[in-house]
C-alpha cells in the first residue's frame, strides 16, 4: 500500500468515525453525551495544534491562551448582550487578534520556534496570575463578573441566532460541537491540497529555499498561527457555552500541557491524530479518575513518556508506516 493509499485510507477512517458520531445520541442518555460533547470540544482545541505544529512546525505550547481568552470574552459578552452572534464573533475575532499580535512579534521579529513555545506559555501564565488575583470591582466588566481564581459562573449557553430564547440544549450543543469538528478537519484537509497549503509545507521543510525561491515565510506561518488560534478561540467558546462555567485553569500550566500530549500521542503530521490522540487520552483519565485508581496528571505524564520513548512519531504515523510496510511487494 502506498502512502496516498493510506491516506484515502485515513479519510475513510474520518468519514465512518464522523457517521458514528452522528448517530450516537441514538444509542446514549443525555449524560453520556454531555461527557462526549466535551471530549469533541477539546479535539477541536487539538487539532489547532495540528494546524499550527503540523503544518506550519511552529510549536506553539500556549495555545490554550487562545481558547481561555475566547471563553472568557464569550462569557462576558454574552452576559451583557445575550446575543449569541455577537459573543461567538467577537470571541473568536479577540482570540484572531491575540494571535495576530503574538504572531506578528515573534514570526516577523524571527524568534525561532523555542522562544515562540516560552512566550505563548508565558502569556498563557501571565493571563492566569492575573485573574486569580481579581477580585470586587476589578473583576466586574458590566453585569459580568470575572471571578477571581473562583471562576465565572452562569454563563448562558449558545441560542439561535434571532430568537435569543432558544436556547441550544444537550443535543445541540453535541452536534454543533461535532459539526465544527468535522468542519475543522476538512478546512485543514482541503489546505493541505491547496496552493497556500503547498506553500506553507514549503517554508515549514526548508524556510531558507522557500525565501530564496520568492516566499515570504513569515506571512505564510503568522496567517496559519492565527488560523490556529480561531479554531482554538472557536473549541474555548463552546468549552463555555458547554459548561455554563469559566475558570483561570484554562491558562494553567497542566492545562496548557495536554494538548501537546494529545498531540504527541495522535501524531502531528494529521488533523486525524491530534484528534484521536485528545479522544483516547481523555477517555482515558476520565474512566481512571471516575474510578479513582490515578491522578490524572501523572497518567497523562506516564502517556507523555511512553509515546516519546516507544512512539516518537505518534498513533497514526506509526501505523502509516506499519501499513505500507506490510503491504508492499
Do not use: H
Amino acid at each position: 500500500m502506498t502512502d496516498t493509499a493510506f491516506r484515502k485510507l485515513e479519510l475513510a477512517f474520518a468519514a465512518l468515525a464522523a457517521a458514528m458520531f452522528m448517530v450516537l445520541p441514538v444509542f446514549t442518555g443525555e449524560g453520556s453525551l454531555l461527557s462526549v460533547t466535551v471530549f469533541l470540544i477539546l479535539a477541536l482545541l487539538s487539532i489547532s495544534m495540528s494546524l499550527v505544529w503540523g503544518m506550519a512546525g511552529i510549536f506553539s505550547f500556549g495555545q490554550t491562551v487562545f481558547f481561555g481568552i475566547a471563553a472568557y470574552a464569550y462569557s462576558v459578552i454574552m452576559i451583557n448582550t445575550d446575543n449569541t452572534l455577537l459573543s461567538v464573533g467577537a470571541a473568536v475575532a479577540i482570540a484572531c487578534a491575540v494571535a495576530l499580535a503574538i504572531g506578528y512579534f515573534t514570526i516577523y521579529g524571527r524568534v525561532s520556534d523555542l522562544y515562540i513555545a516560552v512566550i505563548t506559555l508565558a502569556v498563557s501564565l501571565l493571563i492566569y496570575q492575573y485573574i486569580n488575583t481579581l477580585s470586587g470591582d476589578a473583576a466586574r466588566i458590566g453585569a459580568a463578573n470575572l471571578g477571581g481564581y473562583t471562576g465565572m459562573p452562569g454563563v448562558p449557553p449558545l441560542s439561535m441566532p434571532g430568537d435569543p430564547t432558544l436556547y441550544a440544549d444537550v443535543y445541540g450543543m453535541y452536534f454543533i460541537s461535532l459539526g465544527a469538528l468535522i468542519a475543522a478537519f476538512t478546512g485543514i484537509r482541503l489546505l493541505e491540497r491547496s496552493v497556500f497549503g503547498q506553500s506553507v509545507i514549503a517554508v515549514r521543510e526548508n524556510e531558507l529555499r522557500a525565501e530564496l525561491l520568492g516566499y515570504d515565510s513569515r506571512f505564510y506561518r503568522l496567517v496559519v498561527f492565527v488560523a490556529g488560534g480561531a479554531i482554538a478561540g472557536f473549541a474555548g467558546v463552546l468549552y463555555a457555552a458547554w459548561g455554563g462555567f469559566i475558570e483561570p485553569s484554562v491558562f494553567s500550566l497542566a492545562f496548557a500541557a495536554q494538548p501537546i500530549i494529545w498531540t504527541v500521542a495522535g501524531g502531528v503530521a494529521s488533523p486525524i491524530g491530534p484528534a484521536l490522540g485528545s479522544l483516547l487520552v481523555q477517555s482515558l483519565t476520565t474512566w481512571l479518575g471516575a474510578r479513582q485508581i490515578a491522578d490524572n496528571n501523572i497518567v497523562l505524564g506516564l502517556i507523555f513518556i511512553a509515546f516519546v520513548l516507544f512512539v516518537p512519531q505518534g498513533l497514526v504515523p506509526a501505523i502509516r508506516r506499519l501499513v505500507v510496510r506490510e503491504t508492499s511487494p
